[in-house]
């Protein structure tokens, strides 16, 4: 189904260059690029990096450009390239376990209860143990998006030659689930964040808001088989209102990080408010609205279903 075209009938009329899919990898290809990034700004708050952490400093970039090199071999080999980025993706998502466990393990205290070992506290001070799950995400929106399903809205996955799969669920519904996760991962991940500043900011609750309704309207619009018009609007309202928290939190974060006159201080940046952070927000905005893009092929002559 052509969420998009639900929305704005003239659209379905209009032959947008990319597929959904293309989009969803698209995404992730860059997403596995700024994750490196992040997390190498992230440790040098750490004076040293430790040869473990430059796993996912490496991995993020050199996954993203094998995956921008994968889409281009898509256009003659396209078997090939899907299980090139399914490799990737896969790898992405062991990554991304490997961090949850070796953040835990330092957040942890070395021996007693685990009751004990691991407190709230402990998690709000100690390596940001959701972080890595990023890595998970996005390895599940690019596994998800690679294999092509036929027809859309089918649950049928088209694999090497002829093995088909089908699915307990809609690719759309898989992506709609994806996105309320990646929403409450970001919210969950601000929320510890903001716990080390004591909440004394009130302005600090509007990205716990925002994440929290974003969640609870994508696992919501997963259970429609056909959204209507009004149910795609609160949809985008939400996509919409995660780019913009984002993108003021990154500017805060930037204020905050500036001296009292306004100066850059490279130690601020690295050791104050996470600039990239928030923007997190805005990422899960991206992947909402690529998720109600044409889901047919660009080669197929299929009339789309706006709803």
Request: proline share 7%.
């Amino acid at each position: 189904m052509y969420h998009l075209a639900t929305l704005v009938p003239r659209i379905a009329r209009r032959r947008i260059p990319i597929s959904r899919d293309e989009a969803i990898l698209l995404l992730a290809a860059v997403n596995q690029v700024f994750l490196g990034v992040d997390i190498y700004l992230a440790h040098l708050a750490d004076n040293k990096i430790q040869p473990g952490e430059w796993i996912p400093i490496v991995f993020g970039p050199v996954a993203g450009v094998v995956l921008l090199a994968a889409g281009v071999l898509a256009w003659w080999r396209r078997q090939a390239a899907a299980l090139v980025a399914s490799t990737v993706f896969a790898a992405s998502a062991v990554v991304g376990l490997m961090g949850i466990y070796f953040h835990l393990v330092r957040a942890a205290l070395p021996a007693g209860p685990i009751t004990y070992r691991l407190t709230t506290r402990l998690l709000v001070w100690g390596p940001p143990f959701l972080g890595p799950l990023m890595f998970v995400l996005v390895g599940l929106f690019g596994i998800s998006a690679v294999w092509r399903e036929d027809p859309p809205d089918s649950g049928r996955l088209q694999l090497l030659g002829r093995l088909r799969v089908r699915l307990p669920l809609r690719k759309t519904d898989v992506y709609f689930l994806l996105v309320g996760s990646t929403a409450m991962v970001a919210t969950v991940s601000a929320v510890f964040d903001h716990a080390r500043t004591g909440w004394e900011n009130n302005n600090l609750w509007y990205p716990t808001i925002v994440g929290v309704f974003t969640a609870v309207v994508c696992y919501g619009i997963a259970l429609f088989r056909r959204p209507r018009w009004g149910d795609l609007l609160v949809y985008v309202v939400a996509m919409a209102a995660m780019t913009l928290t984002g993108l003021i939190g990154a500017w805060l974060h930037v204020q905050d990080d500036l001296t009292s006159r306004g100066v850059v201080v490279a130690e601020r940046f690295i050791r104050g408010a996470p600039v990239m952070a928030p923007l997190l927000f805005a990422n899960v905005g991206m992947f909402g609205i690529a998720a109600l893009m044409d889901p047919r092929p660009r080669h197929s002559t299929r009339r789309p279903d706006a709803g």
